[in-house]
Nanobody, 115 residues
Framework: QVQLVESGGGLVQAGGSLRLSCAAS????????MGWYRQAPGKQRELVAI???????NYADSVKGRFTISRDNAKNTEYLQMNSLKPEDTAVYYC?????????WGQGTQVTVSS
């Protein structure tokens, strides 16, 4: 059984920063791509950022230059550093990981950006 546990969400003023973490635990041989998604009220879940096992990254246009995804393979953990936050970044953020060829999701963490 594999679990992804997120932390780091919260309430922040516009222009502020937050750092999300997502730790994978359980029966893990290898983790391939890891990513962050978000879902705002009334909207579909969307990709925020993704990082491959070799460290290459891709970002949604809306967060480029403001968010940075990273991972620590020794800790089976990924991070999302979010700077210059905007009210439109308000959403539930979910981490995702391809563990041994199977897709896993975290429980979600709320990020609220006040104007």
């Amino acid at each position: 059984q594999v679990q992804l546990v997120e932390s780091g969400g919260g309430l922040v003023q516009a222009g502020g920063s937050l750092r999300l973490s997502c730790a994978a635990s359980g029966s893990i041989f290898s983790i391939n791509a890891m990513g962050w998604y978000r879902q705002a009220p009334g909207k579909q879940r969307e990709l925020v950022a993704i990082i491959s096992s070799d460290g290459s990254t891709n970002y949604a246009d809306s967060v480029k230059g403001r968010f940075t995804i990273s991972r620590d393979n020794a800790k089976n953990t990924e991070y999302l550093q979010m700077n210059s936050l905007k009210p439109e970044d308000t959403a539930v953020y979910y981490c995702n990981a391809d563990v041994d060829g199977f897709d896993h999701w975290g429980q979600g963490t709320q990020v609220t950006v006040s104007s």
